[in-house]
């Protein structure tokens, strides 16, 4: 059974960087074809995807944040890590991961996520 | 970026009764060497996270109850749920997975009336 849980810091002060963990159960991202995504979404509005990680170490980012994000991967630990620098207040969200999949050289849709961790960002 | 807006914002709908979601992306989502929709569905109930109902635009997830139903192609896709049920009270969301990023819809929240 595939599993995902967020974790990180609840409160975060505005300039600061955020850490986030998305530790991973029931599969590995040393399997080819393997994706651990993140997408986001401030209390009471839309979805929000931010980035994107495969086994092969392939990384995808959204334009509008790239600059501040970085995904990693730690295969040992089984585990993804999201990080976001200079916070805003805007940030504040609840922060999820998901598992995708590639497949024949084509990318799938999200297919199990994590519950979500929140964060506000306040000072 | 791919811009997906979906209609209604909400809808209310009687138990027993059809409701329908409309999704619509800024290009066309359709790979045309598989000829397949790069189209999700998911379902957001409150307090939980979202959860996949249909991929290929009108492909159901394992254990989606079968008045789930997607359709569409191109740029115009449509989440038809048939018989609603109590339980089907929740936010829509449809999202691309064509090129990144991953946009999502804005939502459809849906009440029963």
């Known amino acids: 059974q595939i599993t995902l849980k967020e974790s990180g810091p609840t409160l975060v002060k505005p300039t600061q960087t955020l850490t986030l963990t998305c530790t991973l159960s029931?599969?590995?991202?040393?399997?080819?074809?393997?994706?651990v995504g993140w997408i986001r979404q401030p209390p009471g509005k839309a979805l929000e995807w931010l980035a994107l990680?495969?086994?092969?170490?392939?990384?995808r980012y959204s334009p509008s944040l790239q600059s501040r994000l970085t995904i990693t991967k730690d295969t040992s630990k089984n585990q993804v890590v999201l990080t976001m620098t200079n916070m805003d207040p805007v940030d504040t969200a609840t922060y999820y991961c998901?598992?995708?999949?590639?497949?024949?050289?084509?990318?799938?849709?999200?297919?199990?996520w994590g519950k979500g961790t929140t964060v506000a960002v306040t000072s | 970026d791919i811009v997906m807006t979906q209609s209604p914002d909400s809808l209310a709908v009687s138990l027993g009764e059809t409701a329908t979601i409309n999704c619509k992306s800024s290009?066309?989502?359709?790979?045309?060497?598989?000829?397949?929709?790069?189209l999700a569905w998911y379902q957001q109930k409150p307090g939980q996270p979202p959860q996949l109902l249909i991929y290929?635009?009108?492909t159901r997830e394992s254990g989606v109850p079968d008045r789930f139903s997607g359709s569409g192609s191109g740029t115009d896709f449509t989440l038809t749920i048939s018989g609603l049920q109590a339980e089907d009270v929740a936010v829509y969301y449809c999202?691309?997975?064509?090129?990144?990023?991953?946009?999502f819809g804005q939502g459809t929240k849906l009440e029963i009336k």
């Open positions: 998901a598992h995708t999949f590639r497949s024949g050289g084509s990318v799938n849709y999200m297919d199990v």
């Open positions: 290929w635009a009108s």
């Open positions: 029931g599969f590995s991202l040393s399997t080819s074809g393997v994706g």
């Open positions: 999202q691309q997975y064509y090129t990144t990023p991953y946009n």
């Open positions: 290009q066309s989502i359709l790979y045309s060497s598989n000829n397949e929709n790069y």
């Open positions: 990680i495969y086994w092969d170490n392939d990384k």
